[in-house]
């Protein structure tokens, strides 16, 4: 293998030699940013126009969940307890606001008996609530899914 031939530089042609000393040569570097500055957010790609095809499984939203009747009927009367409860709890805590002490005076009655009133009421829409979730459970349970 001669090596001496692979060494050689080519020779240019004149002109070739001429455009190229006459020609500016620029090499682009990458600009560097201020350690301050802030970075740069990629652009967001654009979808394609094409319309999209679900991939399998096709069906989005998973099936009903079979659960056994009593546990439902659990859950529903566990929750409305609670909820009966804390409103014991909450009229029980603003009637003390309202009178601490043993007198009362007739403006505080009256305050005493608003409160009462009120959680009372709340008390009785939760238990009406109940109500109609376990008959709507039963209901349910028959295959009746709505009265006309």
């Not at 301050?36 to 394609?48: F, G, L, Q, S, T």
């Not at 007739?106 to 609530?129: F, G, M, N, P, T």
């Amino acid at each position: 293998m001669d090596t001496s031939n692979s060494a050689k530089k080519r020779s240019m042609s004149p002109s070739t030699e001429a455009r190229y000393k006459e020609s500016k040569i620029s090499i682009k570097r990458p600009k560097l940013e201020a350690p301050d500055a802030e970075p740069r957010r990629p652009k967001r790609e654009v979808p394609d126009a094409e319309p999209m095809i679900p991939l399998p499984p096709f069906r989005q939203t998973p099936g009903p969940i079979s659960v056994a009747q009593t546990y439902l009927r659990k859950l529903i009367l566990e929750r409305w307890e609670a909820e009966i409860q804390a409103c014991k709890k909450e009229k029980k805590l603003q009637l003390l606001e309202i009178a601490p002490g043993t007198g009362l005076t007739l403006i505080q009655a009256s305050l005493q008996r608003l409160v009462s009133e009120r959680w009372d009421a709340e008390v009785k829409h939760c238990e009406e609530a109940k109500r109609a979730q376990l008959l709507e459970l039963l209901l349910a349970a028959h295959g009746i899914t709505r009265l006309v």
